[in-house]
Structures are given as C-alpha cells and as structure tokens.
C-alpha cells in the first residue's frame, strides 16, 4: 500500500476505496511466515509448506478388512446353506501379527480384521457367512476371489500426493500424514497475533464502573477472533489515550507478534485518536475510509524493523468485529500461505426489510435459518447485544439503500 497522506493534510483520509481494494492491498502486502518442521501433534491448524507423498504403498501389505476366514475362493465356489464347504482350520492370524503363514489348498486360517494375508490365500469368508468353527469351519456362501481383502497400495500408490502444499493441518489431515509414517511436516505455523485496545473510557471486566467509563470488550472479543481462526493471540492490557505511550505500547510487542491489532483510537477526533496520531509519524501506516458500514475507518501498514504487520481497527465493538471478519481473517490466512480463510457465503430470503447508506456496503447483523435470514433489531455499531444473537451478516450492496422482504442477499456465515 502507499503511505498515507502526510498528518493535517486530509483527516479526511482521502475518498473512501471500496472493500475489494482495500483487502486485496492488504493481501499483496503480506508476506507469509518462514516455513517450519513440526511435529505432527504440533501442526493442527497449520498450513502445509510441502507436499506430503506415500513413502510406502498404503497399505503396505495385504490385508483381511473383516473378521472371518483366509481361504481359496475355489474352496468354497460350490458352498450353500443345505451344502457347505467344510474346511478345516490350521490357525489363526490375528491384526498385528508379523509371521509368516501359508494357506495350504482345502483349508482355511482363521483371521481378524487387519490382519496379514496368508500366502496363498485370494479371498476372505466373513464370519457372519460360517458357522464361527474352531477346528473345522462351515462355510454357507460362495466368496469371489478378492472378497473381503485389502491390498497393498489400495488407498494409496507408493509416491503419491496425499497432501500438496497450502492444504490445513485439520484432524482429516493430521490423520493422512500420520498415516503415511510421518513424525513431523514442514509448515507455516499460527501466527502470533497481539491484540491491543486503546481508551481512556475502557476499564477491566470485572472491576465496578464509574459513570464515563465502559468495560473492554473489544480486546477479548479480537483475541477471541483470532483463535477462532486459528492463531495464537495474546491480549495486552488496556491502553490509554496517551499518544506518547501508544507507541512504545505497540514496539514491546513486537518480538512476539506475526500481526498485531489494534482497535480504537482511529476516527476523526484529532487529538484523541491516538493510534492514528502515533502510527501516522511512522510513515508505514496507511490510514483510509473503506466504503462500508460498519468499519469505515480502518488502518494497516506494517512496524518495526521485522516490519509486522499491523491492523488498527475502529473502536466500536461491531466495527471491530466486522473489519476482523472482512480484512483479518484473510490476512491470518496469508500469513500462512493460504487463502482459506474468507467467511463462507450463502445467498438468503430477507424476512424483513434493511436499510443501508448510499455508497456503502452494509454488514448488518441477522439470523440465518436454512435459506432465510431475519435482520435483527439494532444495527448501531456499538450494539454488541444484537451481535450476540447474529449469527450471520447480511451483504447490502454500495449501489441499494434499501431491499425489502423477500428480496435475496448475500450473507456471510459467521464462525
Ligand atoms: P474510538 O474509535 O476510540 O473513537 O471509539 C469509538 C467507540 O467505540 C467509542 O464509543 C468507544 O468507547 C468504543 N470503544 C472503543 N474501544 C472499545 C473497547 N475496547 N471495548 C468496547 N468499546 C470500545
Ligand atoms: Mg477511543
């Protein structure tokens, strides 16, 4: 992004750029986190930074995938419920087991599921179709050659792809790495976000409030935001309005941050948006008006000598959560080297009108039912109640100021 206009000369930040721009400047702005080895227990939620290939055919040998009987299909071709197949039973083969059998013709192994073909064997009789013998097995049904076997390489050729690079470490993936024998992957880890609310009106949860103040929502609810998508974050302290101590604030952190967010302090106010004030002498720090409500004013640019990343996002809790979901989630997705992480959309039936401000794209807060979604009462951006009950956003386009019910939007699925 280029810089900001220099301090004084537009407040104003120059005409608003709609949400497309800003979060693909965003995006190109972002370089991804250097790759690191982790052992398989540490890579959930992490971003595979190679492929991951078969080292070995999966499974690597041939197998029984149910409990019952090793015989040769020919054995038992003729086996009906008046006539079965008598064979008699030479052993027993159970999952585990590293000998090594061979099925001699006319008779049959017992075996358990996962457990290693004998040789000389082409098809397994599941216990179910015998009457369950010991020494000697009656066997009711026919079973084709290949019946209720596994073989080598069945899920998986020996080199190939089970995994390619920029996939998520989910359970599902931790499972195949696992699977192909591997103890540790190459990936690019959660990042490390810190999240910093600035205010002179915000006090701790917790502690009794005094007319004039408000308790810091914004900092548990961005830290919590960033789990939830995967990242490591640490909330700090509350800030004040202090425009020498914002600064020095921000550079503490820097050693353990990949990204750090800030919310407040970034309006119109002059002097007492202090993030704003202190970021802006930096030089690094964009600040602009993104065509949208809520989350107008919004900020980043990167810091420190590492050059960190950094969001400095407005100071109403909605506007703040909003420009999370919309601008950092994405941004988290990049610093790992995906681009997964953009909220999933649906298109939906209103169940009752909106309203939203020429020239902006609304978000407002709904519920989404199956392929209907009903706005909810209080839309102001410091309303957290109703955003306590969202479960959704509705997308109201920059060129509509109004839908009515009826009408189908976009909405985005919140996490
Ligand atoms: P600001 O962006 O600092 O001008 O703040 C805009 C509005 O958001 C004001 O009403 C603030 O009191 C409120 N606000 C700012 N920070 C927080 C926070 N951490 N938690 C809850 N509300 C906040
Ligand atoms: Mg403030």
């Known amino acids: 992004m280029t810089p900001g206009p220099a301090a004084g000369a537009a407040d104003a930040d120059g005409s608003p750029i709609t949400v497309e721009a800003y979060q693909s400047a965003i995006l190109s702005a972002i370089t991804p986190l250097p790759r690191v080895q982790l052992e398989l227990a540490a890579a959930e939620g992490c971003v595979l930074a190679e492929d991951v290939t078969a080292a070995v055919p999966l499974p690597s040998f041939d197998n029984s995938s149910m409990d019952g009987y090793a015989v040769q299909a020919c054995d038992v071709a003729g086996a009906a419920q008046q006539a079965p197949a008598l064979l008699r039973v030479t052993g027993e083969i159970a999952a585990g087991d590293v000998g090594a059998y061979r099925l001699a013709p006319g008779t049959a192994i017992k075996i358990m599921t996962g457990a290693q073909l004998p040789a000389g064997t082409d098809a397994v009789v599941p216990v179910e179709w015998t009457d369950g013998g010991i020494e000697q097995v009656a066997v009711y049904r026919p079973a084709e050659p290949g019946n209720a076997v596994r073989y080598a390489g069945g899920d998986a050729a020996e080199g190939e792809t089970l995994l390619s690079a920029g996939a998520r470490m989910r359970p599902m993936q931790i499972a195949v790495a696992a699977s192909a024998g591997r103890k540790a992957v190459t990936v690019r880890p959660r990042p490390r976000v810190v999240v910093l609310s600035t205010g002179d009106e915000l006090t701790e949860p917790g502690t009794p ?14 830290a919590a935001c960033a789990r939830e998508a995967g990242a490591v974050a640490y909330r700090h302290a509350v800030v004040p309005d202090d425009p020498a101590g914002v600064l020095p604030a921000l550079e503490e952190q820097l050693s353990r941050a ?22 802006r002498e930096l030089g690094t720090v964009t600040f602009r008006k993104v065509a949208m409500q809520p989350g107008m004013p919004q900020g980043f640019g990167m810091i420190g000598h590492e050059k960190i990343p950094i969001f400095t996002l407005p100071g109403n809790p909605v506007s703040a959560y909003v420009s999370f979901q919309v601008f950092v989630r994405p941004a988290i997705a ?16 209103l169940s009752g009108p909106v309203r939203s401000p020429a020239g902006r794209r609304s978000y407002l807060r709904g519920v989404l039912d199956g392929s209907a979604v009903t706005p909810l009462s209080g839309q102001q951006s410091h309303q957290v109640a109703s955003l306590g009950r969202a479960n959704a956003l509705i997308v109201v386009p920059e060129g509509e100021t109004q839908l009515p019910a009826g009408h189908t939007a976009d909405v985005l699925v919140l996490p």
Not at 334 to 349: E, I, K, M, Y
């Open 209 to 222: 409030l005094v007319p004039g103040q408000i308790w810091d929502s914004n900092s548990y609810m961005i």
């Open 258 to 279: 990949d990204l750090l967010i800030t919310t407040g302090g970034v309006s119109m106010g002059g002097e007492h948006d202090v993030v704003k004030a202190a970021l």
């Open 334 to 349: 990049a610093l790992q080297g995906a681009d997964d992480l953009s909220l999933p959309v649906v298109r939906a039936t």
